[in-house]
Protein backbone atom coordinates (compact mmCIF):
# COMPACT_ATOMS: atom_id res chain seq x y z
CA UNK A 1 0.00 0.00 0.00
CA UNK A 2 3.00 2.11 -0.76
CA UNK A 3 2.37 5.21 -2.69
CA UNK A 4 4.23 7.74 -5.38
CA UNK A 5 5.01 11.32 -4.16
CA UNK A 6 5.02 12.83 -7.38
CA UNK A 7 1.81 14.21 -7.62
CA UNK A 8 -0.34 17.15 -7.03
CA UNK A 9 -4.07 17.86 -7.22
CA UNK A 10 -4.35 20.19 -10.50
CA UNK A 11 -4.31 23.56 -9.31
CA UNK A 12 -8.20 24.68 -10.40
CA UNK A 13 -9.23 21.82 -8.11
CA UNK A 14 -7.66 22.84 -5.07
CA UNK A 15 -8.65 24.65 -1.91
CA UNK A 16 -8.53 28.56 -2.23
CA UNK A 17 -8.03 30.80 1.34
CA UNK A 18 -10.24 33.31 0.25
CA UNK A 19 -13.34 30.77 0.10
CA UNK A 20 -13.15 29.95 3.72
CA UNK A 21 -13.50 31.91 6.86
CA UNK A 22 -10.68 29.72 9.08
CA UNK A 23 -7.16 29.83 7.90
CA UNK A 24 -6.55 27.53 5.43
CA UNK A 25 -3.00 26.48 5.16
CA UNK A 26 -3.07 26.07 9.32
CA UNK A 27 -6.14 23.49 9.02
CA UNK A 28 -4.02 21.85 6.33
CA UNK A 29 -0.74 21.74 8.19
CA UNK A 30 -2.38 19.15 10.72
CA UNK A 31 -2.86 16.44 8.16
CA UNK A 32 0.13 14.55 7.96
CA UNK A 33 2.15 11.93 5.97
CA UNK A 34 1.87 8.03 7.83
CA UNK A 35 4.35 5.92 6.41
CA UNK A 36 4.41 2.22 8.33
CA UNK A 37 6.23 -1.01 7.69
CA UNK A 38 4.76 -4.69 9.00
CA UNK A 39 5.90 -7.81 9.76
CA UNK A 40 5.98 -10.24 6.98
CA UNK A 41 4.37 -12.91 9.15
CA UNK A 42 1.64 -10.15 10.09
CA UNK A 43 -2.14 -11.53 9.61
CA UNK A 44 -2.71 -8.64 7.35
CA UNK A 45 0.44 -8.75 5.18
CA UNK A 46 -0.80 -10.11 2.59
CA UNK A 47 -3.82 -8.14 2.19
CA UNK A 48 -2.67 -4.90 3.05
CA UNK A 49 1.00 -5.23 2.11
CA UNK A 50 4.13 -4.97 4.41
CA UNK A 51 4.92 -0.84 3.42
CA UNK A 52 1.78 1.07 4.05
CA UNK A 53 1.66 4.99 3.11
CA UNK A 54 -1.18 7.58 3.82
CA UNK A 55 -2.38 10.11 5.84
CA UNK A 56 -3.17 11.00 9.22
CA UNK A 57 -4.36 13.87 11.34
CA UNK A 58 -3.05 15.77 14.23
CA UNK A 59 -6.16 15.96 16.75
CA UNK A 60 -3.89 16.77 20.03
CA UNK A 61 -1.04 19.14 21.17
CA UNK A 62 0.77 16.33 22.14
CA UNK A 63 1.10 14.04 19.46
CA UNK A 64 -2.19 12.22 19.50
CA UNK A 65 -2.75 11.37 15.95
CA UNK A 66 -6.10 10.06 14.12
CA UNK A 67 -5.68 7.79 10.88
CA UNK A 68 -7.93 4.97 9.39
CA UNK A 69 -6.70 1.68 10.63
CA UNK A 70 -5.58 -0.23 7.95
CA UNK A 71 -2.10 2.10 7.56
CA UNK A 72 -1.30 1.24 10.95
CA UNK A 73 -2.31 -2.00 11.71
CA UNK A 74 0.23 -4.36 12.94
CA UNK A 75 3.24 -2.13 12.14
CA UNK A 76 6.18 -2.45 13.69
CA UNK A 77 7.61 0.72 12.45
CA UNK A 78 5.77 4.07 12.17
CA UNK A 79 6.86 7.37 11.02
CA UNK A 80 4.91 10.84 10.73
CA UNK A 81 5.85 13.79 8.68
CA UNK A 82 4.50 17.26 8.88
CA UNK A 83 4.61 19.71 5.85
CA UNK A 84 7.68 21.98 7.08
CA UNK A 85 9.79 18.71 6.81
CA UNK A 86 9.70 17.50 10.62
CA UNK A 87 9.60 13.77 10.98
CA UNK A 88 8.58 11.86 14.47
CA UNK A 89 8.14 8.40 15.04
CA UNK A 90 5.17 7.15 16.34
CA UNK A 91 3.81 4.59 18.48
CA UNK A 92 0.24 2.43 17.22
CA UNK A 93 -2.37 3.35 20.25
CA UNK A 94 -5.22 1.64 19.23
CA UNK A 95 -7.41 0.26 16.30
CA UNK A 96 -11.35 0.22 16.57
CA UNK A 97 -12.25 -2.37 14.33
CA UNK A 98 -15.98 -1.54 14.15
CA UNK A 99 -15.64 1.98 13.21
CA UNK A 100 -12.05 1.26 11.21
CA UNK A 101 -10.59 4.83 13.37
CA UNK A 102 -6.60 3.72 14.12
CA UNK A 103 -4.83 6.29 16.50
CA UNK A 104 -1.03 7.23 16.86
CA UNK A 105 1.25 8.76 19.43
CA UNK A 106 3.67 10.40 18.42
CA UNK A 107 6.72 10.48 20.02
CA UNK A 108 7.64 14.04 20.36
CA UNK A 109 5.54 16.94 19.41
CA UNK A 110 4.93 18.54 16.10
CA UNK A 111 5.72 22.51 15.54
CA UNK A 112 1.62 22.35 13.78
CA UNK A 113 -1.16 22.76 15.59
CA UNK A 114 -3.81 20.25 15.79
CA UNK A 115 -6.96 20.21 13.81
CA UNK A 116 -10.31 20.54 16.23
CA UNK A 117 -12.51 18.17 16.03
CA UNK A 118 -16.11 19.21 14.54
CA UNK A 119 -19.02 16.98 13.49
CA UNK A 120 -20.55 15.42 10.38
CA UNK A 121 -23.98 15.74 11.79
CA UNK A 122 -24.69 18.63 9.47
CA UNK A 123 -22.84 17.68 6.72
CA UNK A 124 -25.74 17.61 3.65
CA UNK A 125 -25.88 16.51 0.37
CA UNK A 126 -24.43 18.91 -1.70
CA UNK A 127 -22.31 20.36 1.04
CA UNK A 128 -18.75 21.96 -0.07
CA UNK A 129 -15.84 20.17 1.86
CA UNK A 130 -11.96 19.93 1.77
CA UNK A 131 -10.53 16.42 1.52
CA UNK A 132 -6.71 17.02 2.62
CA UNK A 133 -3.64 15.08 2.34
CA UNK A 134 -0.49 15.56 3.64
CA UNK A 135 1.09 18.53 1.21
CA UNK A 136 -1.11 21.50 1.57
CA UNK A 137 -3.02 23.34 -0.91
CA UNK A 138 -1.07 21.09 -3.55
CA UNK A 139 -2.59 17.69 -2.02
CA UNK A 140 -5.96 18.76 -0.98
CA UNK A 141 -9.64 19.03 -3.15
CA UNK A 142 -12.37 21.00 -3.44
CA UNK A 143 -15.08 18.66 -3.31
CA UNK A 144 -18.44 18.09 -1.86
CA UNK A 145 -20.50 15.95 -0.16
CA UNK A 146 -22.94 13.35 -3.02
CA UNK A 147 -24.36 11.40 -0.78
CA UNK A 148 -24.90 9.88 3.11
CA UNK A 149 -25.81 6.21 3.14
CA UNK A 150 -25.19 2.98 4.71
CA UNK A 151 -21.81 1.31 3.62
CA UNK A 152 -20.78 -2.64 3.84
CA UNK A 153 -17.38 -3.27 3.15
CA UNK A 154 -16.21 -6.87 1.98
CA UNK A 155 -14.43 -7.53 4.92
CA UNK A 156 -16.99 -7.66 7.60
CA UNK A 157 -17.34 -4.36 8.16
CA UNK A 158 -20.38 -1.75 8.50
CA UNK A 159 -21.46 1.58 9.01
CA UNK A 160 -24.77 2.64 9.77
CA UNK A 161 -23.78 6.18 8.07
CA UNK A 162 -20.99 6.70 5.84
CA UNK A 163 -20.45 10.21 3.59
CA UNK A 164 -19.16 9.87 0.14
CA UNK A 165 -17.38 12.92 -1.54
CA UNK A 166 -16.75 13.81 -4.95
CA UNK A 167 -14.11 14.51 -6.82
CA UNK A 168 -12.54 11.50 -5.26
CA UNK A 169 -9.34 12.17 -3.75
CA UNK A 170 -6.22 10.15 -5.06
CA UNK A 171 -4.51 9.37 -1.28
CA UNK A 172 -7.95 8.80 0.57
CA UNK A 173 -6.33 6.89 3.01
CA UNK A 174 -6.52 8.72 6.49
CA UNK A 175 -6.87 12.10 4.48
CA UNK A 176 -8.94 14.63 6.56
CA UNK A 177 -12.65 15.52 6.06
CA UNK A 178 -12.77 19.74 6.68
CA UNK A 179 -16.02 21.00 6.81
CA UNK A 180 -16.74 24.86 6.37
CA UNK A 181 -16.26 25.64 9.61
CA UNK A 182 -12.54 24.64 9.25
CA UNK A 183 -12.74 21.42 11.67
CA UNK A 184 -12.34 17.12 11.34
CA UNK A 185 -15.72 16.38 9.97
CA UNK A 186 -14.11 12.72 8.94
CA UNK A 187 -11.40 10.81 8.07
CA UNK A 188 -11.11 9.05 4.75
CA UNK A 189 -11.13 5.32 3.66
CA UNK A 190 -11.58 3.75 0.71
CA UNK A 191 -12.08 4.78 -3.12
CA UNK A 192 -15.46 3.35 -4.57
CA UNK A 193 -17.43 3.49 -7.81
CA UNK A 194 -20.82 3.60 -7.01
CA UNK A 195 -24.00 5.24 -8.26
CA UNK A 196 -25.54 8.83 -7.22
CA UNK A 197 -29.41 8.94 -7.29
CA UNK A 198 -29.82 5.73 -9.56
CA UNK A 199 -26.99 7.33 -12.55
CA UNK A 200 -23.97 6.37 -13.57
CA UNK A 201 -21.29 4.81 -11.59
CA UNK A 202 -18.67 7.44 -10.83
CA UNK A 203 -15.10 8.08 -8.59
CA UNK A 204 -16.25 8.62 -4.76
CA UNK A 205 -14.35 8.65 -1.86
CA UNK A 206 -15.78 7.21 1.51
CA UNK A 207 -15.27 8.73 4.45
CA UNK A 208 -16.07 7.56 8.02
CA UNK A 209 -17.68 10.62 10.06
CA UNK A 210 -16.06 11.60 13.20
CA UNK A 211 -18.71 11.52 15.23
CA UNK A 212 -18.39 8.21 15.78
CA UNK A 213 -14.73 8.56 17.13
CA UNK A 214 -16.61 10.76 20.25
CA UNK A 215 -18.03 7.78 22.09
CA UNK A 216 -14.87 5.71 22.44
CA UNK A 217 -11.92 7.64 22.09
CA UNK A 218 -11.64 8.04 26.12
CA UNK A 219 -12.02 4.15 26.32
CA UNK A 220 -9.57 3.89 22.90
CA UNK A 221 -6.62 6.54 25.02
CA UNK A 222 -7.52 3.84 28.14
CA UNK A 223 -7.25 0.43 27.01
CA UNK A 224 -6.53 0.60 23.30
CA UNK A 225 -9.75 -0.68 22.40
CA UNK A 226 -13.22 -0.25 23.43
CA UNK A 227 -14.36 -2.68 26.31
CA UNK A 228 -17.41 -4.60 24.86
CA UNK A 229 -17.66 -8.14 23.77
CA UNK A 230 -16.12 -8.50 20.03
CA UNK A 231 -18.30 -9.40 17.59
CA UNK A 232 -18.29 -12.47 15.74
CA UNK A 233 -16.06 -13.28 12.69
CA UNK A 234 -16.09 -15.32 10.15
CA UNK A 235 -12.84 -14.86 7.97
CA UNK A 236 -14.86 -14.18 4.68
CA UNK A 237 -14.18 -11.80 1.83
CA UNK A 238 -17.89 -11.24 0.45
CA UNK A 239 -19.68 -9.57 -2.17
CA UNK A 240 -23.10 -9.02 -3.37
CA UNK A 241 -24.32 -9.65 -7.05
CA UNK A 242 -27.98 -9.68 -7.73
CA UNK A 243 -29.82 -10.14 -4.27
CA UNK A 244 -27.27 -13.25 -3.14
CA UNK A 245 -24.01 -12.78 -1.02
CA UNK A 246 -21.14 -14.79 -2.74
CA UNK A 247 -17.61 -15.97 -0.77
CA UNK A 248 -15.06 -13.99 -3.04
CA UNK A 249 -12.08 -14.69 -0.58
CA UNK A 250 -11.05 -16.15 2.56
CA UNK A 251 -8.93 -15.25 5.84
CA UNK A 252 -6.03 -17.71 5.96
CA UNK A 253 -6.63 -20.10 9.19
CA UNK A 254 -9.94 -18.26 9.66
CA UNK A 255 -12.84 -20.16 10.99
CA UNK A 256 -14.67 -20.18 8.05
CA UNK A 257 -12.08 -21.68 6.21
CA UNK A 258 -11.77 -24.18 8.65
CA UNK A 259 -14.84 -25.66 7.95
CA UNK A 260 -14.37 -25.66 4.29
CA UNK A 261 -15.85 -22.94 2.86
CA UNK A 262 -14.66 -22.13 -0.32
CA UNK A 263 -14.65 -18.93 -2.39
CA UNK A 264 -17.99 -19.28 -5.05
CA UNK A 265 -19.88 -20.38 -2.23
CA UNK A 266 -22.97 -18.24 -1.98
CA UNK A 267 -24.60 -17.34 1.68
CA UNK A 268 -28.08 -18.21 1.23
CA UNK A 269 -28.98 -18.08 5.09
CA UNK A 270 -27.91 -17.18 8.90
CA UNK A 271 -30.25 -19.30 10.61
CA UNK A 272 -33.30 -18.93 9.21
CA UNK A 273 -32.49 -15.87 8.14
CA UNK A 274 -32.47 -15.27 4.19
CA UNK A 275 -29.53 -13.34 3.61
CA UNK A 276 -29.43 -11.17 0.18
CA UNK A 277 -26.81 -8.15 1.39
CA UNK A 278 -23.60 -7.58 3.01
CA UNK A 279 -25.42 -5.84 5.49
CA UNK A 280 -27.88 -8.43 6.63
CA UNK A 281 -25.20 -10.89 6.32
CA UNK A 282 -23.56 -8.97 9.39
CA UNK A 283 -26.03 -8.05 11.29
CA UNK A 284 -27.62 -11.35 11.40
CA UNK A 285 -24.17 -12.60 12.45
CA UNK A 286 -23.89 -10.19 15.10
CA UNK A 287 -27.16 -10.58 16.62
CA UNK A 288 -26.28 -14.33 17.47
CA UNK A 289 -23.62 -12.65 19.92
CA UNK A 290 -20.06 -12.34 20.86
CA UNK A 291 -17.02 -13.67 19.30
CA UNK A 292 -17.05 -17.38 19.89
CA UNK A 293 -20.75 -18.14 18.72
CA UNK A 294 -21.36 -20.57 16.69
CA UNK A 295 -22.83 -19.04 13.43
CA UNK A 296 -25.15 -21.68 11.27
CA UNK A 297 -25.37 -20.81 7.51
CA UNK A 298 -26.65 -22.60 4.55
CA UNK A 299 -24.58 -21.85 1.58
CA UNK A 300 -25.35 -23.23 -2.30
CA UNK A 301 -22.06 -24.76 -3.81
CA UNK A 302 -22.52 -25.93 -7.90
CA UNK A 303 -26.56 -24.75 -6.86
CA UNK A 304 -26.66 -27.50 -4.23
CA UNK A 305 -27.43 -26.38 -0.78
CA UNK A 306 -24.93 -27.61 2.51
CA UNK A 307 -24.92 -26.35 5.64
CA UNK A 308 -22.33 -25.21 7.81
CA UNK A 309 -21.54 -24.22 11.70
CA UNK A 310 -18.79 -21.59 11.74
CA UNK A 311 -16.99 -21.17 15.31
CA UNK A 312 -16.99 -17.29 14.83
CA UNK A 313 -13.74 -15.35 16.35
CA UNK A 314 -12.40 -12.37 17.84
CA UNK A 315 -10.62 -10.53 14.74
CA UNK A 316 -8.14 -8.88 16.98
CA UNK A 317 -6.83 -11.98 18.13
CA UNK A 318 -5.21 -13.17 14.86
CA UNK A 319 -3.63 -9.82 15.12
CA UNK A 320 0.13 -8.41 16.04
CA UNK A 321 -0.19 -6.26 19.18
CA UNK A 322 1.39 -3.07 19.45
CA UNK A 323 4.64 -2.37 20.77
CA UNK A 324 6.62 0.02 22.31
CA UNK A 325 9.20 1.46 19.51
CA UNK A 326 13.01 0.16 20.52
CA UNK A 327 15.56 2.91 21.93
Known amino acids: MSEKTDWEIPADARPRPEDFAFDLDRALNSVLRLEATVPSDAFSAA ?10 VLIRENGLVLTIGYLMSEADSIWLYSNDGQALAGHALAYDYE ?14 APL ?26 SAQVMVRREFAGYWEYLLDEALF ?10 AALIGRDGKLAGIGS ?24 KPILKDLLTYGRVPR ?30 VGIKKGDVILTVGDQEITSLAELYRQVWALGAAGVEVPLTLARD ?17 KTPRLPQA
Open 47 to 56: TLGTERAGNA
Open 99 to 112: TGFGLVQALGRFNV
Open 116 to 141: PIGSADDLGVGEPVIVAGAGGRRRSI
Open 165 to 174: TAPAHPNWGG
Open 190 to 213: LFVQQSVDGGAAQDLNMIVPIDAL
Open 229 to 258: PARPWLGIYAAETDGRVVVVGLSPKGPAQA
Open 303 to 319: ERPRLAAVKSADRSQFM
